[in-house]
């Protein structure tokens, strides 16, 4: 079972990622509509995998990275974002996020292989981590 934490404040662009997701094997899925909420939600629930908007109504994905990050240094968190740019990928990345990618032209084989990636990914930096 892979758990999915999707933070955006778009109900539309919630409903396409939740879409998405339920398409995954096993995939169960917690949403939440601001940065703070995503925040709260992953503490009590841990998800495997975050997907996070960065153009949030009451933070930037960059500060909610950074919150998530220092709950869980090894949480898979994906930077989505409907205006992507060079840069903005750039700071994402360099802030821990595991993947960036633009809303526009998302598919499921995107995403899955992004989730899968990311979460693999994490996994080995914990194990390599823990020697």
């Not at 409907?82 to 995107?110: F, H, I, Q, V, W």
């Amino acid at each position: 079972m892979t758990k999915v934490l999707i933070v955006d404040d778009s109900p539309e662009d919630t409903e396409m990622l939740r879409r998405f997701c339920s398409e995954l094997p096993s995939c169960v899925i917690e949403t939440a509509a601001s940065g703070s909420e995503g925040v709260a939600r992953f503490e009590k629930w841990r998800a495997d995998c975050v997907l996070l908007d960065y153009h949030l109504a009451d933070n930037n994905g960059l500060s909610v990275l950074a919150d998530l990050k220092a709950r869980d240094p090894f949480v898979p968190v994906i930077v989505l974002s409907g205006r992507g740019s060079e840069e903005l990928a750039a700071a994402t990345m360099k802030a821990g996020a595991t993947r960036y990618l633009t809303k526009r032209g998302l598919s499921l084989d995107m995403l899955r292989t992004a989730i899968e990636a990311s979460i693999r990914w994490m996994q080995h930096a914990a194990l390599s981590q823990r020697k």
